[in-house]
């Protein structure tokens, strides 16, 4: 809304004959609208950022004449939007988001795929970075995963399970690699447009997710390159991936794609809590900028209904309390993921004390969906990172003492695997796992499983899940729960 605001400004002051507006960016999202028409300067906070603002690159420029006659208004009074936005699923009603990721495919993971980076035979590729960089026919390697990874049939399985959403990664060097990066810039998209159509088809939503962005938002393997963030290093990161973001956004508020993809969420795990001091800045910012590309930039002259994704940062819920408030932000979504794995106290605790961990969050979730839509977009029924290369490519895991500076808890064999070896009684505790977290999970606007399907995880794979019987078909008044 603040464009169209400053539009009406700009058209207001020009009928009048009045100067037309200047606006001085004062760090951090707030803007200082100057000696408007009635010599009043508005501060506005928390919103897009000047690059996104039509002629608002300096504090001088005028804002570019509006297209249409828009009703002048007062910046504050305007506080409230002109239009109301009604995506094609209503995050806030009572009909909770029922998810899984499709991980590992257009964003190749090595635990998820672990035969797609062993038949390299070079045990430099530890993700899709070193998969361009050393694999000379990565391309052809990469495009029949993509073919034969996930199909039609997936999503019609999804549909069957009573599953209403998934989320899709993408990295960013599907779109662009023009800083000479060596990822494999192939048909990543056409990919994920195909998929799009079949989740169409079977009546299922699709949140789109930038998983990867220039210069490692997270520095995992995930990201697409293992090792430091330097995300927040350059402006040009958040540029190019604002294009990218542009890009979509511009291609799903469109007929064909609006009423399935409902969601683009911008980042996927920037870590927040760590990498250099001006992460946290860098990435508010940027979400700031998203939203305004998100809602403002796909659509000509009017706004977008995608909502616009966050992610946490791993700051938890609380630190986002007062971020894009409604009424001037419309129709945004908070990301959590919540693991239990990843630390040698949480792989070693006792089952109560890991539902405890878990119940905890039912609070801060109910608390979080009041400012904005809380999904838990990534989580999982697996209790231990047994998980082959879980932890990296020729990393170990902690569960069994394989992890640099782990101290052996099991044996991995019973944990992981095609899940063949489980036994009844780790069985009973999977499912408890997954009863407990989407009971908690949905007291938000609900959950996506990480992950689909995978090569040899059955612990962290939805359609074993199935198969095996700790996913139930009905996902309806869950028993078992353990709060
Ligand atoms: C508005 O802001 C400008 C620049 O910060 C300042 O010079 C001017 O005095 C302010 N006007 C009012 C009415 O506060
Ligand atoms: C940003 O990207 C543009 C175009 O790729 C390039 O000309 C410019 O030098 C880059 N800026 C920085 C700071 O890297
Ligand atoms: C989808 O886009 C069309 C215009 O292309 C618009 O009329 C419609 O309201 C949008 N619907 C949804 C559900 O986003
Ligand atoms: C990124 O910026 C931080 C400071 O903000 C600096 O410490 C670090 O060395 C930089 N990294 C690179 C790769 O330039
Ligand atoms: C089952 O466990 C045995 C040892 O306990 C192990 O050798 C075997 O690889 C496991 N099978 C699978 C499919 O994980």
């Not at 990201?223 to 190019?240: C, V």
């Not at 908070?334 to 961990?357: A, G, L, N, W």
């Not at 019973?414 to 999970?441: C, E, H, P, R, W």
Request: aromatic share 12%; hydrophobic share 35%; with cysteine.
């Amino acid at each position: 809304m603040l464009a169209r605001t400053l539009l009406a400004l700009a058209t207001l002051a020009g009928a009048f004959g009045l100067p037309p507006p200047t606006i001085a960016y004062s760090g951090d999202g707030q803007f200082i609208i100057q000696k408007v028409d009635f010599n009043r300067n508005k501060t506005i906070a928390g919103l897009v950022s000047p690059a996104y603002l039509p002629g608002a690159k300096s504090t001088s420029a005028a804002p570019k004449p509006a297209k249409s006659a828009i009703p002048a208004v007062d910046a504050v009074q305007d506080a409230t939007p002109a239009v109301t936005l009604t995506p094609a699923w209503d995050y806030g009603g009572s009909k909770k988001v029922r998810g899984v990721n499709i991980g590992g495919w257009l964003v190749a993971e090595p635990w998820i795929t672990p035969s797609l980076f062993d038949n390299t035979g070079d045990n430099r590729v530890i993700d899709e970075w070193t998969f361009g960089q050393y694999v000379s026919d990565a391309k052809s390697r990469l495009q029949k995963h993509w073919d034969t990874w996930i199909t039609e049939n997936d999503f019609s399985q999804i549909a069957a399970a009573g599953l209403n959403h998934v989320r899709i990664p993408i990295g960013y060097w599907a779109f662009d690699t023009s800083a000479g990066e060596p990822y494999v810039k192939g048909s990543q998209y056409s990919y994920l447009k195909k998929a799009i159509g079949w989740a169409s088809k079977h009546n299922i939503k699709v949140m789109v997710d930038l998983h990867g962005l220039p210069g490692s938002q997270n520095g995992f393997d995930n990201s697409g390159r293992k090792g430091s963030i330097t995300w927040p290093n350059d402006s040009n990161n958040s540029a190019r991936a604002k294009k990218i973001l542009t890009t979509m956004a511009k291609d799903f508020a469109t007929a064909q794609y609006n009423n399935t993809v409902t969601i683009i969420q911008a980042a996927n795990e920037p870590f927040m809590v760590g990498g250099p001091s001006n992460m946290q800045s860098y990435t508010k910012q940027f979400f700031r900028d998203a939203y305004g590309t998100i809602r403002y930039d796909a659509v000509q002259g009017a706004q977008s209904n995608i909502v616009v994704g966050l992610h946490d940062g791993f700051e938890g819920l609380s630190y986002w309390s007062g971020f894009m408030p409604s009424p001037q932000y419309q129709q945004v979504l908070m990301d959590q993921h919540i693991y239990t794995v990843f630390s040698p106290q949480e792989v070693s605790q006792s089952k109560s004390s890991r539902f405890k961990q878990i119940c905890s969050h039912r609070n801060d979730i109910k608390n979080n969906q009041g400012n904005l839509w809380t999904v838990i977009g990534e989580w999982t029924v697996a209790p231990t990172d047994c998980a082959k290369y879980l932890n990296g490519r020729g990393v170990g895991a902690r569960y069994d003492g394989s992890y640099p500076g782990s101290s052996y808890v099991g044996d991995c064999s019973t944990k992981t695997g095609d899940g063949s070896n489980f036994s009844s009684s780790y069985k009973a505790f999977l499912a408890q796992m997954f009863a407990t977290q989407i009971s908690v999970y949905e007291t938000g606007s609900g959950w996506i499983m990480w992950t689909w399907k995978t090569e040899q995880a059955a612990d962290w794979d939805y359609q074993r899940g199935l198969a095996g019987g700790w996913i139930p078909k009905k996902l309806d008044n869950p028993s078992n729960v353990q709060c």
